[in-house]
């Protein structure tokens, strides 16, 4: 039996086939086919009714890629260039990962999941990354992934996945780990500094990226969450 992974998504508005104008619960294809390769199987979560009770249904769970989060929950306001809020998706997935941890689930962050990680436990995020770091490298453009290595902590869990050598990985983010939740110890980190790897030290398998394994050629994240299910 594979192992359950639920996905969390998106929803916004879309064209396909007939319909030029339709709201859709919609994700990459690229994560699905991520975790059937690993050996998963995949169940997309979409941000309504109530997520957070499927947690005992589920093996694993990975908190998506996706827009930004209302930085009234890190105690800021938005700024000019923090965009695509969607305060039911924020919602949803708080209780969803809040849930998981609390059950400890197997739990793998990518992107925004890195984000919503980060702030549910305490943490800040700067809200537009290229103002800290001087350089658009970690989204070079719109719809297009930037490749940059990405150093691993030698001794964490992700080191022991990915090895300790600078690897390089696809990135497409505008916004990172600011202040770092207390629980949370950086486990990878950017030629620039930015903070690009993050898990707990104990309990569960809990990891997050703020890259995006879904569009790498190897899919070790994958297997790694798989195998701790």
């Given at each position: 039996?594979?192992?359950?992974?639920?996905?969390?998504?998106?929803?916004?508005?879309?064209?396909?086939?007939?319909?030029?104008?339709?709201?859709?619960?919609?994700?990459?294809?690229?994560?699905?086919?991520?975790?059937?390769?690993?050996?998963?199987?995949?169940?997309?979560?979409?941000?309504?009714?109530?997520?957070?009770?499927?947690?005992?249904?589920?093996?694993?769970?990975?908190?998506?890629?996706?827009?930004?989060?209302?930085?009234?929950?890190?105690?800021?306001?938005?700024?000019?260039?923090?965009?695509?809020?969607?305060?039911?998706?924020?919602?949803?997935?708080?209780d969803?990962?809040?849930?998981?941890?609390?059950?400890?689930?197997?739990?793998?962050?990518?992107?925004?999941?890195?984000?919503?990680?980060?702030?549910?436990?305490g943490?800040?995020?700067?809200?537009?990354?290229?103002?800290?770091?001087?350089h658009?490298?970690?989204?070079?453009?719109?719809?297009?992934?930037?490749?940059?290595?990405?150093?691993?902590?030698?001794?964490?869990?992700?080191?022991k996945?990915?090895?300790?050598?600078?690897?390089?990985?696809?990135?497409?983010h505008?916004?990172?780990?600011?202040?770092?939740?207390?629980?949370?110890?950086?486990?990878?980190?950017?030629?620039?500094?930015?903070?690009?790897?993050?898990?707990?030290d104990?309990?569960?398998?809990?990891?997050?990226?703020?890259?995006?394994?879904?569009?790498?050629?190897?899919?070790?994240?994958?297997?790694?969450?798989?195998?701790?299910?």
């Amino acid at each position: 039996m594979r192992p359950v992974i639920g996905i969390t998504c998106y929803v916004e508005p879309a064209a396909f086939t007939v319909w030029t104008d339709m709201t859709v619960a919609l994700l990459p294809y690229m994560y699905v086919e991520q975790v059937v390769r690993a050996g998963g199987q995949p169940v997309v979560l979409p941000p309504a009714g109530e997520p957070a009770r499927l947690v005992e249904r589920l093996d694993g769970l990975i908190l998506a890629g996706g827009g930004d989060i209302d930085p009234g929950r890190y105690g800021e306001t938005a700024e000019a260039k923090t965009g695509y809020i969607r305060k039911f998706r924020d919602d949803a997935e708080f209780d969803l990962l809040a849930a998981a941890l609390d059950a400890e689930l197997p739990f793998l962050g990518i992107c925004r999941g890195l984000q919503v990680l980060n702030v549910a436990l305490g943490g800040t995020l700067h809200q537009h990354l290229p103002d800290a770091v001087g350089h658009e490298g970690h989204s070079p453009a719109p719809g297009r992934f930037g490749p940059l290595p990405v150093t691993p902590v030698p001794g964490t869990r992700l080191a022991k996945t990915l090895g300790t050598d600078p690897v390089t990985v696809p990135h497409y983010h505008h916004q990172a780990i600011d202040r770092l939740a207390a629980d949370l110890t950086v486990s990878a980190t950017a030629e620039d500094g930015t903070i690009e790897a993050v898990e707990l030290d104990s309990g569960p398998f809990t990891l997050a990226v703020q890259w995006h394994p879904e569009a790498a050629d190897d899919c070790a994240l994958f297997e790694a969450l798989v195998a701790a299910c």
